[in-house]
C-alpha cells in the first residue's frame, strides 16, 4: 500500500463548514496527489504538491485548497463545503524521483465525504 | 493527452484470459500507455504501462499494436478477485508532475 493513509476514512458534514482531509505516507515520497471519483464522472485531479510547500491546482480545484508543510502529510481543506462536493477522494503518491518517464501512482483507501 | 476510449463493460469466465481493449488513436510518439484497475470501494492499482514494445509482469500482458493507436490488457487467468473497472490512461512522459486523466473505464466481471 506503500504507506498511504487517509483520515477520516467516512465523514457526514453539514453545508457550510469547513472540512479537512488528511493524507499520510511514511515512505519520504516528494509527489502527491487529491483526487475526487464521483458516477459518471471518473477520477478527477483536484490539486497535487510537488514538494513541502509546493503546490499546484488540478482540473476541479474550485473550492479546495490545500497544504504541504511536512513531507509526510498532504491536507486537503473545503473551506465552505457544498453539496457538490459529496464524493469519494483519494490521496496518491507518486513512486518514482524526478522527472522520469514510466513512473506510476499508488493510492489511498479513499475517504468518502457526504455534505448534508 | 490522447483521448482514450473503452468498452464500457465486458464479462469474462473464471479461469480464462481477459483481453481487455483499448483505443488511443491519437497517441504521440512521447506519451505512455498505463492500466489501472479499481476494486470496487477501493482506491485505484497500478497494473502495467508500456511505449511501444509489449510488456508483461506478475499481473497482466500489455500488447500495444505497431502503429500504437491501440493496445490490449491481457490477464492470462481471470479470478473472480480481478472483477473491478480498468482504466486505459496515456500520458506524455514529459509531463513530470506525473498527472494521469481517468476515463470511464471498462467495467470487467469475471463469473464462475
Redesign the interface.
Known sequence: DAGITQSPRHKVTETGTPVTLRCHQTENHR?M?W?RQDP?H????IH?S?GVKDT?K??VSDGYSVSRSKTEDFLLTLESATSSQTSVY?C?I?M?S??L??????????TRLTVL | DAKTTQPPSMDCAEGRAANLPCNHSTISGNEYVYWYRQIHSQGPQYIIHGLKNNETNEMASLIITEDRKSSTLILPHATLRDTAVYYCIVRVSTDSWGKFQFGAGTQVVVTP
Open positions: 509527489y496527489y483526487y459518471g471518473g477520477l478527477r485531479l497535487y510537488y499546484d488540478g482540473e483519494f496518491a507518486r518514482a524526478g522527472g518517464p514510466g513512473d506510476e501512482q499508488f493510492f489511498g483507501p479513499g
